[in-house]
């Protein structure tokens, strides 16, 4: 599924995108399911979620993890045919699993996310980062007007960048990188390096930039399950609980942020 040009789009600047990767039926039930996971209740042994709080104090879901196992039509629908597992280990070059899931609803009067490296920005307190390719599932168009992602092309091979304590990279250091946005059409999917440098802005928007993140592994580099990794999750960046303080909510990781 994959051309040689994508396949060497990849090596060369760390990111590469598969245009109308679903079709229109299916774009539309992604997002309609997409749309149900965010009226669930927050669970305190399931799925995990974070919140915000807007500018005109509402309280709007951020972030959703470890959801498919509790949302088969969503999990088959991505990966029962196992195109994007294929294409994954042709980029990589072996055999992958998959560590994690994440949904990020990005609705208007969201935050932003700083310069970082997926390598490292996961707190959960491993001795070796282990991700190697994620991919991202466009739910909504995105782009630099809302809040859509910005990349530094050619950065993936230089390893991990200076950072502070929650994964952000220094800013006289992202400062000195080359940026280009990248925009994609629903049903398009996305897949970058782990290494790759990204950032993206707060969404001032009126649309929301809804995206699912699924993040694999080389088989070949062991490390946690997928279930160790979301115990890991809850124990070190830990989500939100049935009984929370609008003004005290827990932020998703270290790289997020709200102007």
Known sequence: MLTEAQKATWHKIGYVKLEEFFDQENRERLSTLVEDISRWDIS???WLMWFEKTTDNRKIIS?????????APLRDLMLADHRIKSIVESLLEEDARMLKELLIFKYPDSGGYRPHQDIYHVPHKLPDRMVHAIVAIAIDDS?????????SPANHK???FPMD???VIYPDIAETFAWEPVSWKAGDIFIFDDYAPHYSKPNKSENSRRVIYLVFQRASTGGPTRAEYNKLKRAYNPPEGKVSDIDELKPPNGIFYRE
């Open 165 to 167: 304590a929650g994964g």
């Open 44 to 46: 305190d042994d399931k």
């Open 63 to 71: 972030k959703v993890e470890n959801f498919l196992e509790f949302n």
């Open 158 to 160: 230089k390893g991990v």
């Open 143 to 151: 782009g630099p007007d809302n809040g859509g992602l910005f990349f």
